[in-house]
């Protein structure tokens, strides 16, 4: 594969070498940065704890939550790993871990719930925001943060690494007015939806770095089944590597995503695809690919991961044209080829100036819905927006059917104003649509005499304006593949 090549080539010749401390071990006992004071293990599960001693020594682990005791034995590389069974959400407990003459106390650790956050820059946007970029009434966010103590976050730093770590540096965080603004704006308030809901604590492992793309979150192995990822590397690593080197295929996903991969979670929570736009219908078909492999490495085959669609947006490049209009319907589409999975919608929440909206609030809580239904099983919430199902022909009109409306759609005290008809020419007018039954839309053209195609919100900006009766909107969608 000689695009590989010559990518991890550069990345040899310019990245420095990583001096990671985890991959150097003097035979003492030691723990991943990811099993430490204040961090959360999943409740009413077997607890994965692993570290590193002297290769064919015991280890002996002691949790503060019962009497019991374990043991495990190291193998032939000094690695070590045990299952420890938890109880329901509770705590602060103590865990004591000793072996090699070496003990390790670790403090103030609370089971609960936990979920991994991932993503590009709409997930790492912080709390405080960034420059001339707000975040949506973060000054209350924040204040409030003092009254979730049970919210802890571990932060993955930012690293690159061209050979797969087993450890990162980095340390859980409790929630508090010092350390909130600093903490992912979806993560936490999606957090903060859990824990108030549930009434337990809750755990964010945060790993995520702005402007990349999924292939840097996917392993070698899996990016083989797709050689053209290697083909459209963003032109800036080619040139810069030393730079930018975060866009490369695999870089983030040996250094961000394999140190965590041991720690026993709930689910994922992923958001990002701004940097795929340009190759949408690749886009497609890794996300399935890496949703997969997040769940094989978790040892998780069904763990729920919820994502979000992109915003949209103003893309000021005419190059551009509809691809991230097609990137969204990509990540609508793949929701066919994803188990457990589901989307938050958010064709309304978008700023045409800016491409992180501001509005964090509302993606944060759509995430949520899906968890506390799908995955927790509150069946009072609604969770999934309106899905367009199929399209009839009625003379010069066209007749939308939904799915997922309840009690209806809605568009408000007017009517929906971002629907477009085509004729066989392909040229796509201005529509008048009208809700003419519980999930039925009604869409006429004076332009089009014969109706062949409708899209709905399929432009790289737009204000969505179609609900279910619960308020969640609809996904932008086109009944043509033109």
Known sequence: MPGRIYFLNLL????????????????????????SDHMVLQQRTKAVLWGWAEKGS???????????????????????????????????YSIEFSGNGTHIRVKDVFIGEVWVCSGQSNMEMPLKGYRKQPVLNAAAIIADAAHHPEIHVFRVPKVVSATPLNDCAGSWKTADTSTAPDFSAVAYQYATALQERLKVPVGIIATYWGGTAIQSWMSEETLARFPEVWLTGRPDTIRDPEKDPEHTPSILFNSMILP????????FVWYQGESNREHPLLYRRLLPAMVKEWRTRWNGGTLP?????????????????????????????ALHDIPHAGMAVILDAGEEKYIHPPDKTVVSQRLAYWALAKTYHQKEIDYASPVFRKMKIRGREAWLYFDFVKEGLTSGNKAPAQFEMAGS????????????????????????TAPVAVRYGFKNWVKGDLYNSAGLPASSFRTDNW
């Not at 019991?68 to 070590?80: F, I, L, M, P, R």
């Not at 965590?260 to 689910?267: A, E, H, S």
């Open 12 to 35: 040899m010749l310019f990245l420095f070498p990583l001096e990671n401390a985890a991959q150097l071990h003097s035979g003492r006992l030691s723990l991943p940065a990811v099993i």
């Open 305 to 333: 991961f919820y994502y979000v669609q992109i915003a949209p947006y103003g893309y000021a490049d005419p190059d551009h044209k509809l691809l991230p209009a097609v990137l969204r319907e990509s990540q609508l589409l």
């Open 260 to 267: 965590v991969c041991n720690y026993t979670i709930k689910g």
């Open 425 to 448: 020419d392909h040229v796509f007018h201005p529509a008048t649509a009208v809700i003419v039954h519980r999930n039925l839309v009604k869409v006429h053209c004076d332009a089009v």
């Open 58 to 92: 015991e280890v002996n682990i002691a949790p503060g939550w019962t009497s019991e005791k374990y043991t495990t034995v190291t193998d032939s590389t000094g690695k070590w790993k045990a299952r420890i069974p938890t109880p329901p959400a509770g705590g602060p």
